[in-house]
């Protein structure tokens, strides 16, 4: 049974750019889940979809954004990119929201 | 908004030790979870616990959920290089709706093992 796929594994941007992020959940999980990580902050919620629906946002700016598909794939976009954007992006899948699966992350790096 | 505070934030052991980290909230949750993360990848799940007072094993881990639903810990017993790593605590409240779906998360501990 395939994981939790992230694409890209790595990204470069620069500053005021934006960026999309991709996530493909485990078959048959509908609840997809997207976090920050940083040295500094750890790991933080940025939002979570469920049937394409987001149905909890954390405390980021507008800047952040993201969506479903109807075949539960999820992305989430970065806009006017800033330094302090660097992170690991990480996304959870979970069948019924209990004991999330994470994939591997996209490590984004903001010049 | 609701604070997880993990303890220790780093750990240096000699192989063999046994290991206990805990977490502590400053509200209620009801379900508390323990991931390890490895260099470069997401963090794994190693136990979940859903009902205060539940004590679940996994293999040499072993965690319990606070009878207060206020705190977690997790025990390693008998540690192996393979220990390496960061291991995060997270905490979930769910409402009566069943709409809050975040996980809450602590720092991290950083384990290592000597050989």
């Known amino acids: 049974k395939a994981g939790v796929t992230q694409t890209p594994r790595y990204l470069i941007k620069t500053r005021g750019q934006q960026v999309t992020l991709s996530c493909s959940p485990i078959?048959?999980?509908?609840?997809v889940s997207w976090y920050q990580q940083t040295p500094g902050q750890g790991l933080q919620f940025l939002f979570e979809y469920f049937s394409e629906t987001q149905r909890n946002k954390g405390n980021f700016p507008g800047r952040f954004s993201g969506r479903q598909f109807s075949n539960s794939r999820s992305e989430m976009n970065v806009s006017t990119l800033e330094l302090g954007d660097s992170a690991l992006y990480l996304c959870?899948?979970?069948?019924?929201?209990?004991?999330?699966?994470f994939g591997s992350g996209t490590r984004l790096t903001v010049v | 908004g609701q604070q997880l505070n993990q303890s220790p934030q780093s750990m240096f052991i000699q192989e063999g030790e046994d290991v206990s980290m805990n977490c502590t909230s400053s509200?209620?949750?009801?379900?508390w979870l323990w991931y390890k993360q490895d260099p470069g990848e997401g963090p794994v799940l190693l136990i979940a616990?859903?009902?205060?007072?539940e004590l679940t094993s996994n293999g040499r881990l072993t965690a319990q959920f606070g009878i207060t639903r206020k705190d977690s810990f997790l025990n390693i017993s008998a540690s192996i290089p393979s220990d390496v790593g960061i291991y995060f605590c997270?905490?979930?409240?769910?409402?009566?709706?069943?709409?809050?779906?975040?996980?809450?998360f602590g720092k991290g501990t950083l384990l290592t093992v000597n050989p």
């Open positions: 509200s209620i949750f009801n379900t």
């Open positions: 959870a899948s979970s069948v019924d929201t209990h004991g999330y699966t």
């Open positions: 078959s048959g999980h509908r609840s």
């Open positions: 616990l859903y009902k205060a007072g």
């Open positions: 997270a905490g979930q409240l769910r409402n009566s709706g069943g709409s809050n779906y975040k996980l809450t």
